[in-house]
């Protein structure tokens, strides 16, 4: 992958071509630093084809789909890279997901195995039983071949499907999203590299997972595109962790989320800016706040280049850029991609106004695994609707100004408010929800929950707690309401639906809903 890895040839494996360019050129250069532990370029390579052959040995076949339900480490680096090389499609999935959430994925996908973190296996197995999936399950590590001459590759075309990711749908039921050979290296060139300017110099760590399109990006495709060095770690990212990893392997280049930026700058052991070897931070998932991107370049003397991708896109798409951000701006499309507003009636808003942005570019998904449907109404004309709503300011930048229904994007992840109160409404004490998003002192969305209690039962902090605790048991970790207010009704229409800007209204103002 030497100076621009854009694909054009008629045969084209993604994976092939990340690991033949850097096994050829510098096998025994770091790649990964995994958990602490040094693994090279070499070994990714011979460890990915092996593990493509033992794919083929167990009985998988190209096209067949393998749910990876593994922790972050190299061992979930070369599963991917190793099914991709033998045309069967991995699914990396999150590993904060339920029971429900992978019984649902298992029957979505046909997925005919499954490679799972052993502390994950618990729930796998319920989610397994719950959809009647037989599949084999492999702990922790995919199977491998013993080692042997390596095999061609899967032919296949940069516009073949290569890979699924889950993302959770406006019902907040996950969706899988089918991702091309070639969209891998469109968005290390056009953004990695473009954009970025990454070089093979480079050490980058993501507190972005892998499961997620923006760490697959930021850890995998994007170091070996360029044979940077990726730190990998599995924990629970908290700053403690991240002032380690930055400090210990003298990350020259940190992904990050605004959730965990503002964790970071409210941190007690914050680092001095000698300390540290950043050259470039980014971040995504959520608008960055202008005061957290200020806050964090006055500290450190780095900036944070914000952008916004998707799962659909694969990854940032819209952006700042390098020597020239304007805090608190989406800012513009990364080379190669094209953005419009669009409104109500189908057409294009003029300068300043709000409207739905579509994008189309290079690394579009092909598509919803099993659901035309959606695939219509969200890929029209070769543009992706993303449900975000934007203004753009006369000198063309792009400005987030939220989202086009009531989904909640909570620390990157989106969040179904019906998900929540459905869960809230299984506690006895509980006769109504709604769920809404509300701002915190630094501009983050929280989820805020309204709940109307059952007759005779009264409000208390002990409630609260146990409601919270309640939420947690029944849904992923992310989606849990962190602030609850108990009230005598919910605003609704005429027709009884939640009116919910009237809950956000006041919960800005603090006066009770009227």
Not at 34 to 43: A, C, K, S
Not at 124 to 137: K, M, N
Not at 451 to 465: E, F, G, K, T, W
Request: aromatic share 8%; glycine share 10%; charged share 20%.
């Amino acid at each position: 992958m030497t100076g621009d890895s854009r694909t054009d040839s008629s045969s084209y494996n993604a994976a092939m071509a990340l690991l033949t360019h850097n096994d050829g050129r510098r096998p025994d250069r770091i790649a990964f630093i995994d958990n602490g532990r040094p693994v090279t370029f070499g070994e990714v390579a011979a460890r990915a084809a092996a593990i493509g052959r033992g794919l083929l040995a167990e009985g998988l076949e190209p096209g067949d789909r393998l749910a990876l339900c593994l922790f972050d480490g190299v061992d979930l680096c070369c599963a991917f890279l190793g099914a991709i090389e033998v045309g069967v499609l991995p699914m990396p999935l999150n590993t904060l997901l339920t029971a429900p959430d992978y019984a649902h994925i298992l029957a979505d996908s046909g997925a005919v195995a499954a490679v799972v973190a052993e502390p994950l296996v618990e729930a796998w197995s319920r989610g397994a039983a719950e959809s009647g999936w037989l599949g084999p399950i492999w702990v922790d590590a995919a199977p491998a071949s013993d080692p042997g001459p390596a095999s061609d590759p899967h032919p296949v075309a940069p516009n073949d499907r290569a890979f699924l990711l889950y993302s959770s749908g406006s019902t907040g039921r996950p969706k899988g999203v089918v991702h091309a050979h070639g969209a891998l290296a469109q968005t290390a060139d056009r953004f990695g590299r473009d954009v970025l300017g990454l070089r093979d110099g480079d050490v980058v760590y993501s507190a972005a997972k892998l499961f997620f399109a923006y760490g697959l990006g930021n850890s995998l495709t994007f170091p070996l595109a360029v044979g940077a060095t990726s730190v990998l770690e599995a924990g629970r990212v908290t700053p403690d962790l991240v002032w380690r990893v930055l400090r210990e392997h003298r990350v020259t280049v940190f992904f990050g989320v605004p959730t965990l930026f503002a964790a970071l700058l409210a941190s007690p052991d914050f680092p001095d800016r000698t300390d540290l070897n950043l050259r470039l931070c980014v971040s995504a998932g959520e608008p960055l706040p202008a005061e957290i991107s200020r806050a964090w370049t006055a500290r450190t003397g780095v900036e944070i280049v914000d952008g916004i991708g998707s799962t659909e896109m694969l990854h940032i798409f819209l952006s700042n850029r390098p020597g020239a951000v304007t805090h608190g701006v989406t800012g513009r499309p990364v080379p190669g991609y094209e953005a419009r507003l669009v409104g109500e009636g189908g057409g294009e808003v003029p300068v300043g106004e709000l409207g739905e942005l579509h994008v189309r570019g290079p690394s579009a998904a092909l598509g919803y695994w099993n659901s035309p449907e959606k695939t219509t109404a969200t890929f029209v004309d070769g543009w992706v609707r993303t449900g975000d709503q934007f203004r753009q300011t006369p000198d063309g930048e792009f400005v987030y100004a939220g989202r086009a229904d009531d989904m909640l994007k909570v620390s990157g992840i989106w969040v179904s408010p019906a998900e929540v109160e459905a869960a809230l409404i299984e506690h006895d004490a509980v006769s109504e929800a709604a769920v809404v998003g509300v701002p915190d002192p630094h501009g983050l969305v929280k989820t805020k929950a309204y709940v109307v209690l059952s007759a005779h039962v009264m409000p208390s902090d002990r409630l609260n707690a146990e409601l919270q605790a309640f939420a947690k048991s029944r849904l992923a970790p992310h989606k849990y309401p962190r602030l609850i207010e108990f009230v005598a009704d919910l605003p609704k229409t005429a027709t009884g639906k939640i009116r919910r800007h009237v809950l956000r209204q006041a919960s800005a103002t603090g006066e009770p809903p009227g």
